[in-house]
């Protein structure tokens, strides 16, 4: 095998270089590229310009990573062409050039670009890795780029006719490079994917790689999860019949694209939702369609896949395929689409599908290369190739567009820049001709060219293919590129560079258009997939509208291209290109074929001949002069550096060509050939060479010499460690020896004294027990001698004692009698002195007493002298207060006098009350005019009261507010604080104190008080704290700020101040100095500002004449007057300026800023409104930013204006306002003069006027209207409208009219004028909602829409919880938990917090909830959030959370916009809770769960609380409260849109986490219990029913019902069971509280009967087969069990003996044999009871008829009197159930025949009963119709006006009422369509009829239920598909 070497060094066959070609012509360029590729030699260049042969097979080590080396740093030419000569010389010209580099790789179809592509990225790959390694860093990043290929590869590139691999989107890989050469990032543009080809492909060709890797490459798991089997049974992949491709590895396919999608970090997850896509496109492909009533899907089965894999609902996405919904007159109308529409459908949200899911797989990978900064960059441009098929249609349009441009690019940079350079720096230079595209270019995208015809005709809702066709050519024929088929058909030529091409405009606009209807986005939008909602997120729906007239419409496809290929364009524009041309050598694709023909076409249209004429000819090389002269200086000798640049240049190249062959000298450049460049660049390199070998050989002396001078010192610092280390050793050494020979010494020494020591003692021991011996002797013998004294001694103390006792008692008597005595005196005595005692103490407390009293005296003496003294001095200062005050009024008054035009504006009064404005209501105008000033700088003012004084202020006006500061706002935030220093302790608060801190920088002081000069307390640096902590605890709002020496607990008023301090403290601590800076130089901010003035309220700004201060203007306002004084007469100047152009006084409007302007009747509804002054009439003007209202035309006085921003609102005029305020036409005044009121003309209502007599009477008469006929809202005497009537005015159902009282009636009149004929809208703002009145309807809509432009044109407004909500989701994306974990520490608003919330956390609408929820008590939407918020603080006090949790849910129910909203107070409720499982936490989870089981969430929010709930599940894995969480969660993918909040048992089973039971009812008092959760629907319980009877095999088709006695109403199969639970407990607590208004209006409503209990009833539904069911079987009973009731409901034909039969039947099978003395107690059980309440027939006059009649058992009742004769009974009954009595003889009689009848009947039984009776319910051949009765009023239809409309399996019949043979039938296959285009009106459209059926019903949506429940059972049949 070659070595890289060798194939390196094989000679070269022909030239290598066409520029150096001796012969330049066509053929010598095609014969000497022939011998290279023959000679396997594929690459040659024409100059830099690389020209490259496909060779269809494999050239062994022709790209080995060694052929890469060999490259490296190489120049054009040093080795043989190829393709990474081209892309090492991009690399390296990044940083010679200083400038981005592109590469060009351009060709035919099948010519090899993606193949350049992919070799080209993977040079400049391992470049980057190369020089990585170099630096140390990772090459993650290369890597993602090289895997990104086998992702575009499969997923965009296809089979087609001219190339296994064609790329079939266009694609701009750009790389950025850090100075390094390391890729450090990078992006992938795409361009027009041929989205055409998922749905269909041409004989011989495949869909994209992908689905066939998905089909032969997936294990068979995944295959079995995507329902997927082979792949011959997709339409989308088997209809061109190709489906294997031997040079395609489809199972490699997969394995790469399942790898390299994990390179770019998709989770599993993600992985798995993109093969969802995949393969519910390849289910949808195989949907088919038929006609019944409209196209309907063929196969269920197949769309249930589809759907379940979108996780969308398969019935409306069955409606939105099939059904067309369009809006008319606000009612939703659908029309059904025929099956070629229905195809259509199925089609574009497959194309749709794939391409959306292209384009997220591309921003995945954008994501995952994407960079911040970069160097410069390499673009590599891989595009589809020029195309020319037999049938060439829009795809093939666009795509030779972009070559068109592509061409034009390279001729531009190739010839036309080139040569046009030659000649302006005055070059010799004879110009070559080359072929010019522009003219081509010119009819494509000119004006009126061929794209502006096409999308323009695609905006066109009638345009069609044929008339783009008439128009191109009626506007192109004559243009000499543009080629009309000379035969006529759909086609159009176009002249290319290429050659010429034909276009097929068949799809042309349909495919411009992209269209894809709303019905699909929606249904598509509304997926449970976070994965496919992200795909169309961004996609608006068509029907919305503009936000506003200049708001571009939906762009087309081709529009979209355009401006990408502009865009890719003007990026190659501004890089360095390089040119890759690939040439196909034959259209076999077959290896060592070279086809002249196709080659030679290739070589001419691309130019090759011209592009080596002028390679050859020209200088591709140009360089300034200074840049040549910089570049090549080590060229240059010292004998020039003193010349000029152009002089340096021709000196050296005159070096190296001295005869100007390859270079030449222009005005300011330099220009070369390319080999001369080399030349100069190898030389250069040289120099450069030997420059670095000295530089190296220097630095390595100084290096080596710095080495050895560093080892000398070293081995210095060893040396003198050693020897220190020695000496020490050795001292240690004798040290120890010494010790030594010491111890033994002191042990012989020692041993010596403890022998002397021994001795010494034991002589001792002697002496002591000798001392012992003598000393016991002796004291023997004292004890003897002790004991003799002691017995004589015993006998004289006897002696002794006996006397001295008889002495003791002798003495003792004698003292006892003394002792009495004495005893008996002390008594005595002690008695003497207590009286004494007592009476000292009497006289003692009258003494005090009398003191006291004479205190007191003298204390309220002192009281009452001090009172009257503070009463004298009040009064003296109350004295001076006045005088001061009287003095100050007489100088204001003197300063009004001097400023009399502005006191004399603001004193003005309105004559008229009718006009006056006093309520301060109007919201000023908050956002800021493009010419509003920004003002600022020092005022004295003087505000307020009379007795203040001037103040020096720093004032600031902004966005249209005046603002005043105590000083200029240096200071980040200032405010009040309560600081305790040295710790966190609160038990004590003596330390605390209350200190005003201000943050200026990074510095936070804190001051005694916020006065100027006061005095500072300390200073604490931001930047040097350990931490900030948020230490809130219970009601504190707290934070601590840690320093290295102590702790500063600081508390704040409230949680919001803390917030705003915690927040701003944060951010100054992590800023750098830029960011510093930033937060430093905001605005003021008017938080921190002592007072605020909004300019919106300004009256007059006038300059004021006052002696003291010489600059003084004032602000006069309808409060206050405010005055200034400014330091300069040019800073007052400014100031008036500034002010006067936003007051209250003239304004002028520029002709754009007013977009509508008119007079309207205002009514603030925010405050009490009061007779008279409620409604005023201003002149309004509409701007892009508010609502301006002025007093009169003249603009001379503004009242005020109305802000506008997306949370506002405009509701849109109604009929019934317009009835509801509507005033007679004429108006009668007292004095006779009668007036008519405003007419809705201006010019009319300025030229009426009304007068009223000054004097009136109660017998004058005032008429305010002509009565109506037959009308009770009237006053018969006065002819007045009633206080209660519906066409009186508001005020006058207020209260009644008085006439006692000129003023009210004259109120009254006026109210009644402005209210005439007036249509109002309401607009709801900030602060207020307006009720605004205009004469006209079409000027209500003028108003209305164009307010609703302005709202709509404003951005939406974030909260900072929806900006933190993002932060979270991108960080979770990117797999950041620090992040997410700083995100949440760093703002207490996303977690729980002990303090009430203020404002709502997600932004509501503005304004009052006007709807019937009033009634609940709502007010505003944010009032609500609030109120919520705080029961969810307290739910752990609650003793039962039921009332509470059903309240939180209904008040959701009700105000759908609160759903995020309490959502998102749920997730910060429970989100960094201390105790997971604390009462209030559970609590708030439960409520959670109900939530989940209710309301589903908008996709953002939902998106947060799934992430909210796993990210808890994961903290607190084993709690209660991940008990709870997880229950939600699984909740929250189930939960289906409900109608009813949940019942009580059904929030109960929540709680427990567990299911609840359901009670089914049937025929026969039956019932089952069910289990069911929130989310079970109708159609799970039918078949758990179906299932646990055994009725699999049924021959029709059951259903769940909503039943209350006879009344009843299908359930659909989508409905949820536990809503209509809830639904039924609603019911029933409302006819609890209502029970005869509810029924009454239930009834009405068919919705009750007679308070019967609602329940779910289980029955039959379809009625498919009913011969084929067995008696046996519990099918048959309950077909049996329906039929009766079919019969008893009135609902079957038959006569009244039949229906007596019947009944007896019934009775039989029910009872048995008939008994003596039974009785039918309930007749409506067996007999339709309403046929005897028929209407009788009519006679002539009020009597009986008088004809014979045959008798029957009705013979003498009363169903014999005729009409009149009835009605004149019942007008003179006083009783109204008359008519009820009277029929009681008909039910007895009934009631007797059927107990005859059933007599006979004895011995049958009751299946013989059952069997005659269904016997006689078949034999009417429509048996198993469902009738229902309709009206037909259409005069066009031959029909009774009472009908009965019949739905059966097979058709719809119009039966007379009791007629069982129909008067027409419809079958399904004729029907069209059919609905209801209006409430209770049902349309049915059939085929060959001229006109509508049109029938008036309330049961219009059975009707069309049923119809449809069958036409779905028809097209089961026909497709085989069992049900």
């Not at 095998?1 to 360029?29: C, H, N, P, R, Y």
């Not at 000119?446 to 502006?452: D, I, M, V, Y």
Request: glycine letters at 4%.
């Amino acid at each position: 095998m070659a070595t890289t070497l060798e194939i390196l060094q094989v000679a070269q066959a022909g030239m290598s270089d066409m520029a150096k070609l001796q012969d330049l012509k066509v053929e010598s360029i095609l014969e000497n590229i022939r011998q290279r590729f023959e000679a396997d030699q594929i690459y040659t260049y024409i100059g830099s310009i690389l020209a490259a042969v496909n060779p269809y097979k494999t050239i062994p080590r022709l790209y080995d990573f060694e052929v890469m080396e060999a490259y490296d740093k190489r120049h054009i030419g040093d080795l043989p062409p190829h393709i990474y000569a081209i892309a090492n010389d991009t690399y390296y010209s990044m940083w010679k050039q200083t400038a981005n580099q592109c590469v060009l790789i351009s060709g035919e179809s099948g010519a090899g670009k993606t193949e350049s592509t992919k070799f080209i990225l993977n040079y400049l790959s391992k470049m980057s890795q190369a020089s990585a390694k170099e630096a140390g860093n990772d090459v993650s990043v290369e890597k993602c780029i090289l895997q990104s290929s086998p992702i575009l590869e499969a997923f965009g590139n296809a089979k087609t006719v001219y190339n296994n691999n064609s790329s079939r989107f266009g694609k701009f890989i750009l790389l950025s490079f850090s100075k390094r050469g390391v890729i450090e990032g990078g992006k992938v543009q795409d361009f027009l994917l041929e989205k055409n080809r998922v749905v269909g492909q041409n004989p011989g060709e495949r869909n994209y790689h992908i689905f066939y890797a998905l089909m032969l490459g997936a294990p068979e798991e995944m295959k079995q999860k995507l329902g997927l089997g082979a792949p011959e049974s997709y339409k989308y992949i088997n209809q061109s019949g190709c489906i294997a491709d031997p040079s395609l590895n489809d199972h490699e396919i997969f394995t790469n694209v399942n790898e390299a999608l994990r390179d770019m970090k998709l989770n599993e997850e993600q992985v798995s939702d993109v093969y969802d896509v995949l393969a519910a496109i390849l289910h949808i492909g195989n949907l088919d369609f038929i006609t019944a009533g409209g196209a309907q899907v063929a196969s269920m089965s197949v769309l249930k896949q589809a759907a379940d894999l979108l996780s969308v609902d398969e019935y409306q996405l069955a409606n939105a395929l099939t059904e067309k919904t369009r809006l008319l007159r606000g009612e939703l109308i659908s029309t059904p689409l025929d099956e070629h529409q229905a195809r259509d459908s199925r089609d574009s949200l497959a194309m749709n599908l794939y391409a959306r899911c292209f384009n997220w797989i591309i921003g995945r990978i954008n994501v995952r290369i994407r960079t911040k900064s970069t160097f410069h960059s390499v673009g590599v441009l891989d595009i589809f190739g020029f195309e020319n098929f037999e049938v060439n249609r829009f795809e093939q349009f666009n795509i030779n567009f972009a070559n068109e441009k592509l061409q034009e690019y390279f001729n531009k940079h190739i010839f036309s820049l080139e040569q046009h350079e030659y000649n302006a720096e005055g070059l010799d230079w004879v110009d070559i001709d080359w072929q010019d595209n522009g003219e081509c270019l010119d009819l494509i995208v000119r004006k009126l060219g061929l794209l502006s015809l096409i999308d323009e005709e695609s905006r066109f809702p009638k345009g069609t293919d044929v008339t783009m066709l008439d128009k191109l050519h009626s506007n192109h024929a004559k243009n000499s590129f543009y080629i009309k088929p000379r035969v006529t058909d759909s086609r159009f030529g176009i002249k290319h560079y290429a050659g010429d091409v034909f276009y097929e405009t068949t799809g042309f606009l349909e495919k411009n258009r992209d269209t894809f209807r709303d019905e699909m986005l929606t249904a598509i939008k509304e997926s449970r997939s976070d994965f496919i909602y992200d795909l169309f997120e961004d996609i608006q729906e068509s029907s919305q509208p503009r936000v506003n007239k200049n708001m571009r419409k939906k762009p087309t496809v081709s529009s979209q291209f355009q401006e990408s290929l502009h865009s890719l364009m003007s990026t190659l524009s501004a890089c360095n290109p390089y040119f890759v041309r690939c040439i196909k050598p034959n259209s076999s694709k077959a290896p060592n074929l070279f086809e002249k023909t196709l080659t030679l076409n290739q070589l001419r249209y691309s130019g090759m001949l011209e592009t080596v004429k002028i390679r050859r000819a020209g200088f591709p090389v140009r360089r300034l002069f200074d840049d040549f002269v910089n570049r090549y200086s080590p060229l240059i000798g010292r004998e020039l550096s003193s010349s000029h640049s152009q002089h340096k240049c021709i000196a050296l190249l005159t070096k190296y060509d001295e005869n100007n062959q390859k270079w030449q000298v222009g005005k300011t450049k330099v220009f070369l050939k390319e080999d001369l460049e080399i030349k100069l660049e190898r030389d250069r390199a040289e120099k450069v060479e030997k420059f670095v070998t000295k530089i190296k050989a220097c630095y390595k002396g100084y290096r080596a010499r710095k080495a050895y001078k560093i080892t000398i010192a070293k081995i210095v610092f060893v040396q003198k460690y050693w020897r220190m280390h020695r000496q020490r050793r050795r001292f240690l050494n004798l040290k120890d020896a010494t010790i030594t020979l010491q111890r033994y010494e002191r042990g012989r020494k020692a041993r010596q004294l403890f022998q002397v020591m021994m001795e010494e003692r034991r002589l001792e021991e002697e002496r002591k027990r000798e001392e012992e011996r003598k000393r016991a002797e002796e004291e023997q013998r004292i004890l003897r001698e002790l004991e003799r004294l002691k017995a004589e001694a015993k006998l004289r103390e006897l002696e002794e004692l006996q006397a001295k006792l008889e002495e003791e008692a002798r003495i003792k008597a004698e003292e006892e009698e003394a002792e009495k005595k004495r005893a008996e005196e002390e008594r005595q005595r002690v008695l003497e002195k207590a009286k004494a005692i007592e009476a000292a103490k009497r006289l003692e407390e009258e003494k005090a007493r009398k003191k006291a009293e004479d205190e007191r005296l003298k204390l309220e003496e002192e009281l009452r002298i001090r009172r009257e003294e503070e009463q004298r001095l009040r009064e003296q200062e109350e004295a001076a207060r006045l005088a001061e005050e009287k003095r100050l009024e007489e100088e204001v008054r003197r300063r009004e006098e001097e400023l009399a035009y502005a006191m004399q504006q603001f004193e003005e009064a309105d004559q008229e009350s009718e006009y006056q404005d006093e309520d301060p209501d109007d919201d000023s105008v908050s956002r800021k005019s493009d010419d509003l000033q920004y003002w600022e700088g020092y005022l004295n003012m003087k505000c307020g009261g009379m007795v203040n004084t001037w103040k020096k202020r720093y004032c600031v006006l902004r966005d249209e507010t005046l603002m005043w500061f105590r000083a200029k706002q240096e200071a980040l935030k200032s405010g009040w604080l309560l600081k305790k220093g040295g710790g966190t302790s609160t038990l004590s608060r003596r330390n605390w104190r209350k200190r005003f801190f201000v943050l200026k920088g990074i510095e936070l002081a804190y001051y005694e008080s916020d006065s100027d000069g006061a005095l500072c307390k300390g200073i604490i640096n931001i930047k040097q704290t350990k931490d900030i902590v948020d230490s809130s605890f219970g009601r504190e709002s707290s934070l601590d700020i840690i320093t290295e020496k102590r702790t500063y607990h600081i508390v704040a008023d409230n949680a919001d101040d803390l917030s705003e301090w915690f927040s701003i403290l944060m951010r100054v601590k992590n800023a750098n100095e830029y960011e510093l800076k930033q937060m430093q130089d905001e605005d003021a901010n008017p938080k921190n500002a002592i007072g605020t003035l909004d300019v919106a309220v300004i009256d007059s700004v006038v300059p004021v004449n006052l002696p003291t201060k010489p600059n003084a203007f004032a602000i006069i306002t309808a409060e206050r007057v405010f005055n200034m004084s400014a330091e300069s007469p040019e800073d007052m100047n400014g100031w008036l300026k500034a002010l006067t152009q936003y007051h209250k006084g003239q304004r002028t409007y520029s002709k754009e800023e007013i977009l509508m302007s008119g007079w309207l009747t205002k009514e603030n509804t925010g405050t009490i409104s009061r007779p008279g002054i409620t409604r005023k009439k201003r002149y309004f003007i509409l701007t892009s930013h508010s609502i301006d209202i002025y007093k009169s035309v003249d603009l001379q006085h503004k009242l005020g204006a109305i802000a506008l921003n997306r949370l506002c609102s405009v509701t849109v005029p109604d009929d019934k306002m317009f009835k509801e305020i509507e005033y007679p036409s004429e108006l009668v005044i007292p004095n006779g003069n009668r007036r008519s009121p405003p007419s809705s003309n201006p010019d009319s209502n300025r030229r009426s006027s009304f007068s009223f007599g000054r004097k009136s009477s109660i017998s004058g008469l005032v008429t305010l209207g002509r009565p109506r006929s037959n009308s009770k809202s009237y006053n018969k005497e006065y002819d007045l409208p009633l206080p209660n009537s519906p066409v009186a005015s508001p005020t006058m159902r207020r209260r009644k009219l008085s006439w006692g009282k000129k003023s009210k009636l004259k109120m009254d009149l006026r109210q009644a004028m402005f209210q005439g004929g007036t249509w109002k809208f309401t607009i709801h703002s900030r602060r207020f909602s307006y009720n605004l009145y205009t004469p006209s309807n079409e000027e209500a809509w003028k108003w209305t829409y164009a307010i609703q432009e302005v709202i709509d044109s404003k951005p939406p407004l974030e909260t900072p919880t929806q900006i933190l909500i993002k932060e979270l989701r991108e960080a979770s994306l990117n797999g950041y938990n620090d992040s997410i974990d700083e995100i949440y520490k760093l703002n207490p608003i996303l977690r729980n917090v002990p303090y009430m919330l203020k404002s709502p956390l997600l932004p509501l609408p503005y304004g009052q909830i006007i709807s019937s929820n009033v009634d609940k008590g709502y007010t505003t939407l944010q009032d609500e959030a609030v109120k919520i918020f705080n029961v969810l603080q307290g739910s752990e006090q609650l003793a039962d959370p039921m009332p509470v949790i059903q309240g939180i849910l209904q008040t959701c129910q009700d105000l759908k916009p609160l759903q995020d909203e309490i959502y998102c107070q749920l997730v910060k409720q429970t989100a960094w809770v201390k105790d997971p499982d604390n009462l209030n936490n559970l609590r708030n989870w439960q409520i959670l769960c109900c939530m989940s089981c209710t309301f589903l969430p908008s996709r953002s929010i939902l998106r947060y609380v799934r992430f909210h709930i796993k990210r808890q599940v994961e903290l607190y894995p084993k709690t209660q409260m991940a008990a709870y969480a997880g229950y939600g969660l699984e909740a929250l993918k189930r939960t289906r849109t409900r109608e009813f909040v949940p019942s009580r048992d059904e929030i109960i089973a929540i709680l427990g986490r567990r299911d609840m039971n359901a009670t089914v009812f049937c025929h026969g008092g039956g019932s089952c219990q069910i289990s069911i959760n929130s989310s079970t629907t109708a159609g799970q319980v039918i078949h758990t029913l179906v299932k646990g009877m055994n009725l699999d095999s049924c021959h029709n088709r059951f259903s769940l019902y909503e039943k209350s006695g006879l009344v009843e109403k299908a359930i659909d199969d989508r409905s949820v069971v536990a809503d209509i639970l809830a639904k039924f407990e609603s019911q029933k607590a409302q006819n609890g509280e209502k029970d005869g208004m509810n029924e009454s209006r239930f009834r009405a409503r068919g919705l009750s009967d007679r308070g019967k209990p609602w329940q779910l009833f289980f029955k039959l539904f379809c009625f498919l087969d009913t011969k084929s069911v067995k008696p046996d079987s519990i099918e048959y009973s309950f077909l049996f069990e329906q039929a009766h009731e079919e019969v008893i409901r009135g609902k079957f034909p038959a006569s009244e003996e039949q229906l007596i039969h019947l009944a007896a039947l019934r009775m039989q099978f029910d009872k048995g044999d008939y008994l003596h003395g039974d009785w039918i107690n309930d007749l409506t059980e067996v007999y339709p009871v309403d046929r005897l309440k028929v209407k009788p027939k009519e006679d002539t006059d009020f009597g009986f008829q008088q004809r014979e009649r045959k008798d029957t058992f009705i013979h003498g009742t009363l169903r014999g009197i005729g009409e009149k004769t009835l009605k004149r009974l019942q007008k003179s009954a006083s009783d109204d159930n008359i008519l009820e009595s009277v029929y009681k003889d008909d039910v007895s009689a009934t009631i007797t025949a059927i107990i005859d009848k059933w007599k006979t009947l004895k011995g049958t039984t009751a299946e013989r009963a059952q069997n005659i009776y269904m016997g006689f319910m078949r034999s009417w051949k429509h048996f198993g119709s469902r009738l229902f009765e309709v009206e037909c009023h259409d005069s066009r239809q031959a029909y009774p006006k009472n009908l009965w409309l019949s739905v059966n399996k097979s058709m719809v019949a119009v039966h007379k009422i009791n007629d069982p043979n129909p008067i027409d039938e419809f079958p399904y296959e004729k029907i069209l369509s059919f609905g209801a285009p209006i409430p209770n009106e049902y349309k049915i459209i059939v085929e060959g009829r001229r006109s509508e059926l049109t029938f008036d019903t309330t049961e219009v949506f059975e009707i069309a239920k049923l119809m449809k429940a069958y036409i779905n059972e028809i097209v089961k049949k026909r497709n085989m598909i069992p049900a």
